[in-house]
């Protein structure tokens, strides 16, 4: 390769059987590198001629579990200024190469990160990905480009790091945010066939094992757990790890924000929020910027709100982690280091913020929200439940049917809507049949916690529409309870405010069905106590009926 004024650029790479994605990353690379070191781990296709044939320096050396080793030699081989580290199935994005060359000229930073775009599918344009029109998740910045020195060396058998070259000298980090790599390799399909993740697992096990005093290892074994659906191994190996922080730890902070994100997930998860929240405040208060730690401090307060016993303290609550979803938004444009909780900066923290404007009667918020969501994932599922909701709460009856019709499925949300809905309408006989089939789908779980209140209401409602006033919790069960003439408290009864719209149309459908036997219960002075403004509601109703024609 000619010689050149401006810094030099080696790209090293380690690869094996990568015929089929290697001749693509060498050719999104022109221009921008001045030597090509490539060290193959027992390529048995035309891996290391297609690498050879581009200019390469090849070197070839066996395969023994250890993804630092391979890099380590492709550093040590390398003559150039700079290091640029890719894998086959990654690519720089158009304008990356010129970028890179404008950060290195300004020769300001040892150690630069590059932002990483997870492409959704193989034949994605990289435009588009880097556009996030096309990727699979949020991207985020990897130290990818570092100044070669004597003692720059990865560690770590498995997710491979220069942490600790990084953290001696006083090496200077810097974001290139303009410097995009589409990642081809995270694509569910390819990463499926592959079996990245079982042999991730294996590795990282056997890390655990040698270094049982470094969280790092754990904290990545925790997360590949949970992405693979194993949360009872992913919370055991979580704990564990946990542990070594709590005794005191001279980690990384990466490392114990890795491990942090995962255990407090994990508690989360669990229905343990106050747990983890202890976990996230340990750590929180040195790592602000960490926008993993904003959004599952926000999901733990959301959870309190449900749990909360009081109207004041649910209020509370649920403006609390509204502030955190919002600082974890705010945090979406700032360069962090690793996320570990897609779209903790996007589509899901715009969805939780939906949820809890729901769960605190604004509709029209809700929906801007879910909108938001949905406008960076269309396929997010609760933001598209959380609309449904929200149209709802808003009288859209003609849309909510409309769009309700796709979540009729094995979970209760959708029909717990469509009883809603329903009920909205005046429909009784379809409120019967979708509140049953949500009631047949409850082991499946609500896709968020503020539903399974949203089910109870509709199940007290449609108790006293038949004329049966059943015993449930929550605003109408209490008003139900009433109607039966019983006036002791149902706990937690008002720390939701009753919904005044089915309560009116509750009392005018049992006025007009002669059925005064449960309306007179909720004039009665024990029920005003309950309830306050029960009576002026049922005044109100009479007054109308007073005045519709005949």
């Known amino acids: 390769m000619p010689k050149v004024s401006r810094p030099t650029v080696a790209l090293t790479m380690i690869v094996r059987d990568e015929e089929a994605m290697l001749p693509a990353c060498l050719a999104s690379v022109a221009g921008a590198i001045d030597e090509l070191i490539v060290v193959d781990t027992g390529s048995r296709d035309a891996t290391i001629a297609i690498a050879r044939a581009a200019g390469a320096k090849v070197y070839e050396r066996p395969w023994d579990d250890d993804f630092s080793a391979p890099r380590n030699l492709a550093i040590a081989e390398a003559t150039a200024d700079w290091v640029l580290v890719l894998d086959a199935d990654e690519r720089l994005a158009p304008g990356a190469a010129s970028a890179l060359h404008a950060a290195l000229a300004q020769d300001d930073f040892d150690c630069g990160f590059v932002r990483l775009h997870t492409a959704s599918r193989l034949d994605a344009e990289l435009d588009a990905v880097v556009r996030g ?55 569910p399909d390819l990463r499926a066939a592959r079996d990245k993740r079982a042999r991730n697992i294996r590795l990282l096990e056997r890390a655990c094992e040698a270094s049982p005093d470094d969280v790092t290892a754990f904290g990545y074994l925790a997360h590949e757990f949970l992405e693979a659906g194993e949360r009872k191994k992913a919370s055991a190996v979580a704990e564990r790890g946990w542990q070594l922080v709590v005794a005191g730890t001279n980690a990384m902070d990466l490392s114990i924000v890795r491990l942090a994100s995962a255990v407090a997930w994990m508690r989360v998860q669990a229905s343990s929020p106050l747990t983890a929240l202890d976990a996230i405040e340990r750590v929180l208060g040195a790592l602000d910027t960490q926008p993993d730690l904003h959004f599952i401090r926000g999901c733990a307060l959301e959870q309190l709100g449900v749990m909360a016993s009081t109207r004041e303290a649910r209020e509370l609550r649920f403006n609390a982690a509204l502030a955190s979803y919002e600082r974890a938004l705010e945090l979406a444009e700032r360069p962090v280091l690793q996320k570990f909780i897609d779209g ?207």
């Not at 219960?521 to 007054?543: F, I, K, N, Q």
């Open 133 to 187: 029109k096309d990727c699979f998740a949020e991207a985020a910045f990897l130290p990818r480009v570092m100044r070669r020195t004597l003692d720059l060396r990865f560690t770590g058998i498995i997710h491979e790091n220069v942490g600790a070259w990084l953290s001696t000298n006083n090496r200077r980090p810097r974001m290139l945010v303009d410097v995009n790599v589409v990642h081809l390799g995270g694509v």
């Open 344 to 550: 903790c900066t996007g589509w899901a923290a715009h969805v939780r913020v939906g949820v809890v404007h729901l769960a605190c009667d604004r509709p029209r918020a809700a929906c801007a929200a879910f909108d938001a969501a949905l406008a960076l994932r269309q396929d997010a599922r609760e933001a598209l439940l959380g609309r449904v909701e929200a149209l709802l709460g808003m009288r859209e009856l003609s849309l909510v049917t409309r769009e309700v019709a796709a979540h009729l499925d094995d979970r209760p949300d959708g029909h717990t809507l469509a009883a809603l809905a329903a009920e909205a309408a005046g429909n009784i006989p379809a409120m019967t049949a979708f509140v049953a089939r949500a009631g047949a789908c409850l082991s499946a779980g609500f896709a968020s916690p503020h539903r399974r209140e949203r089910y109870f209401d509709a199940l007290a409602a449609l108790s006293l529409y038949l004329g049966t006033p059943g015993h449930m919790p929550g605003p109408m069960g209490q008003l139900a309870r009433i109607a039966a003439g019983f006036f002791d408290e149902v706990p937690g009864a008002l720390v939701r405010p009753l919904d005044t719209g089915v309560a009116r149309r509750v009392v005018r459908h049992l006025l007009s069905g002669g059925r005064t036997e449960l309306v007179e219960p909720l004039v009665d002075p024990r029920a005003e106590a309950l309830m306050p403004g029960l009576a002026a509601l049922v005044d109100s109703v009479v007054g109308e009926l007073e005045r519709s024609p005949a």
